[in-house]
């Protein structure tokens, strides 16, 4: 029987995958490090205007989750495992930001604000499902691991 990591880091060996992956990592990866250099903006500042208690506590950890998975995702070492919290990140974004923004503003603003924050949502449930494919640290091991 496989172990859990060996199940985790199995992938479909498409090497198309790597687009998806690329554009998902390179995303969250530059998302997190802009929270901590523009902190004022991106960061704390962005989750005190949203309106979240204790936002000095939110901001340097959604920019840690999203620099250390993105950059997870974009080698594609435990994607699936990475996709987890940035799929927490992802929707808690849209229900504080674009959930509010539809209500106050309609389905057309709603929509153009969001496509970022909807296709990084789409593109992690992809990898989730999908996981990392063949051009991978995952693809990797499981092909060293399949090998006699």
Same mark, same amino acid.
């Given at each position: 029987?496989?172990? $859990?990591?060996?199940k985790?880091?199995?992938?479909? !060996?498409?090497?198309?995958? &790597?687009? +998806? ?6 995303? /969250? ?6 929270? #901590? ?5 991106l ?7 949203i309106?979240?208690?204790? !936002?000095?506590?939110?901001? !340097? ?8 998975? *993105?950059? &997870?995702?974009? $080698?594609? /070492? #435990? ?10 990140? +992802? =929707?808690?974004? +849209? ?11 309609? #389905? ?9 924050? $909807?296709?990084?949502? &789409?593109?992690? &449930? #992809?990898?989730?499902?999908? =996981? ?6 995952? *693809?990797? @091991?499981?092909?060293? @691991?399949?090998?006699?």
């Amino acid at each position: 029987m496989p172990s $859990f990591a060996k199940k985790i880091r199995a992938s479909a !060996p498409v090497p198309s995958v &790597l687009l +998806i992956r690329l554009m998902v990592g390179a995303v /969250f990866l530059s998302e997190g490090i802009q929270k #901590f250099l523009f902190a004022d903006q991106l960061g704390s500042g962005r989750f005190a205007r949203i309106g979240l208690p204790a !936002p000095q506590v939110p901001g !340097p950890l959604v920019g840690g989750f999203e620099t250390v998975c *993105g950059a &997870l995702i974009l $080698f594609g /070492f #435990f994607t699936r495992l990475a996709s987890l919290p940035l799929l927490v990140v +992802i =929707g808690t974004a +849209i229900a504080t930001t674009k959930v509010p923004m539809f209500v106050h503003d309609g #389905f057309w603003k709603t929509v153009y604000e969001g496509r970022a924050d $909807f296709a990084m949502l &789409l593109g992690l &449930l #992809f990898l989730l499902v999908v =996981g990392a494919g063949g051009w991978s640290l995952d *693809g990797r @091991a499981t092909k060293k @691991a399949g090998s006699p």
